[in-house]
T-cell receptor, first 111, second 117 residues
């Protein structure tokens, strides 16, 4: 079983739409959670960390449910520039501080 | 720009050959980790170095090895290349106490794209 599971998509949405991505993780000892963004043929970059209380950064909202081992990312008012692959990432200190990445969810925002 | 540089950016090798990939970490970062990203997949953790010592390793065979130097730059070596080693190899630097506590954001280089024929 993979440490982090994501729906690979692709998600094709019109500009202005709201889109949600989900992710589950298998190890309850996971300690830190993130969403990274990766543009085509580029390196991943941190989009936002995810906290148990939920956190928001402009149009982006991230949620963590530790009981269900579930992480979500909500993008409101989608822009063309949001087109990218979104990677769910989990960090576990008890396995040598490893970061585990999901396969990524592909988003294309259509004009 | 993340300040993390990798070389070479692209290379082609044949099965059985050996390859060395290099990474210069961001100034002030003492931890370097390496990832393999196959097409259509997320990055897979290979190993991590903290202050010149390996302090975490993913599910990769021993023919994947590495080094970290006193200036915190790093190398990834792969021996006896196989076709399935074809991938984007990403280096990420970060700061912290590696293995002991959360080390914060990963800053990735642009990667080295390896093709094995």
């Amino acid at each position: 079983r993979k440490e982090v599971e994501q729906d690979p998509g692709p998600f094709n949405v019109p500009e202005g739409a709201t889109v949600a991505f989900n992710c589950t993780y298998s190890n309850s000892a996971s300690q830190s959670f993130f969403w990274y963004r990766q543009d085509c043929r580029k390196e991943p970059k941190l989009l936002m960390s995810v906290y148990s209380s939920g956190n928001e950064d402009g149009r982006f909202t991230a949620q963590l449910n530790r009981a269900s081992q579930y992480i979500s990312l909500l993008i409101r008012d989608s822009k063309l520039s949001d087109s990218a692959t979104y990677l769910c990432v989990v960090n576990m200190l008890n396995t040598g501080n490893q970061f585990y990445f999901g396969t990524g969810t592909s988003l294309t925002v259509i004009p | 720009e993340t300040g993390v540089t990798q070389s070479p950016t692209h290379l082609i090798k044949t099965r059985g050959q050996q390859v060395t990939l290099r990474c210069s970490s961001q100034s002030g970062h003492n931890t370097v980790s390496w990832y393999q990203q196959a097409l259509g997949q997320g990055p897979q953790f290979i190993f991590q170095y903290y202050r010149e010592e390996e302090n975490g390793r993913g599910n990769f065979p021993p023919r994947f090895s590495g080094l970290q130097f006193p200036n915190y730059s790093s190398e990834l070596n792969v021996n006896a290349l196989e076709l399935d080693d074809s991938a984007l190899y990403l280096c990420a630097s970060s700061s912290g106490q590696g293995g002991r506590q959360f080390i914060g954001e990963l800053f990735f280089g642009e990667g080295s794209r390896l093709t094995v024929l």
